[in-house]
């Protein structure tokens, strides 16, 4: 069974840089269109971007709350996804995951945890 774990986050101030990491314990190469999630407290899980598979070009996708900041990215050597974010915002401020883009899920990580404040 597939595990992942995010890491990369942190404490950032605004207009601020973090790079999020996501790896699973299995092969994901060519196999899933992954895609980076956020959950803020009190709030629903919110879809931040996706990314599919090298051979079909690896097609990308953001929500409009972070496109222009926000770049994701994938190495299947390494069974990793990728979340370069730019521009940090307060509004950024959340517990980062990755996961497929639709069902059926990998088991979910615990996250990493993204706080921008000054």
């Known amino acids: 069974q597939v595990h992942l774990v995010e890491s990369g986050g942190g404490l950032v101030q605004p207009g601020g840089s973090l790079r999020l990491s996501c790896t699973a314990s299995?092969?994901?190469?060519?196999?899933?269109?992954m895609a980076w999630y956020r959950q803020a407290p009190g709030k629903q899980r919110e879809l931040v971007a996706s990314?599919?598979?090298?051979?079909?070009?690896?097609?990308?996708t953001y929500s409009d709350s972070v496109k222009g900041r926000f770049i994701i990215a994938r190495d299947n050597a390494k069974n990793t996804v990728y979340l370069r974010m730019n521009s940090l915002k307060p509004d950024d401020t959340a517990v980062y995951s990755c996961?497929?883009?639709?069902?059926?899920?990998?088991?979910w990580g615990q996250g990493t945890q993204v706080t921008v404040s000054s």
């Open positions: 996961n497929r883009l639709r069902p059926p899920y990998i088991v």
């Open positions: 299995g092969s994901i190469a060519n196999i899933y269109t």
């Open positions: 990314i599919g598979l090298e051979s079909s070009g690896a097609p990308t």
